[in-house]
């Protein structure tokens, strides 16, 4: 199984399934050798527009991720020291950095973005980071 991180505009592009944006990441939830890990960054990052929104089925997509995720990466001082090395390295902003240490602490094997090729968070090491964006 490979372990994959999603980071939030994946999950946002899924679960408003518009588009070609939509279609690709819809795409990843059906390979059944995936399984996904995410973090609590990731849950603030995604739920509560949604929520002050009242985007129900936006919620639920959201809720059914969380639920079904193989780990979740709680909040910890720890990884917030990693995520700062991150972002001192790849020059990355504190957010990215943060996805990019919960990532790389739960063992994901890849990290899935919306962002382009030319984005920071290209400059990471240690882990494979794909793209879902647009050409």
């Known amino acids: 199984m490979i372990r994959t991180f999603?980071?939030?505009g994946v999950l946002i592009a899924a679960a408003r399934a518009t588009g070609v944006l939509g279609t690709r990441a819809l795409a990843l939830f059906n390979d059944p050798d995936r399984v996904f890990v995410?973090?609590?960054f990731v849950r603030m990052e995604i739920f509560p527009k949604a929520i002050y929104y009242k985007r129900q089925s936006e919620v639920a997509f959201y809720e059914d991720f969380f639920s079904d995720a193989e780990q979740i990466v709680p909040i910890s001082e720890p990884l917030g020291?990693?995520?700062y090395t991150e972002a001192c390295h790849a020059g990355l902003s504190?957010?990215?950095a943060l996805h990019i240490a919960a990532a790389k602490s739960s063992g994901a094997e890849e990290f899935i973005t919306t962002e382009r090729t030319t984005k920071p968070l290209f400059r990471v090491t240690g882990i494979v980071i794909k793209t879902i964006a647009l050409p």
């Open 6 to 8: 999603l980071d939030s």
């Open 81 to 83: 020291h990693l995520a």
């Open 38 to 40: 995410t973090s609590e």
């Open 94 to 96: 504190g957010l990215d």
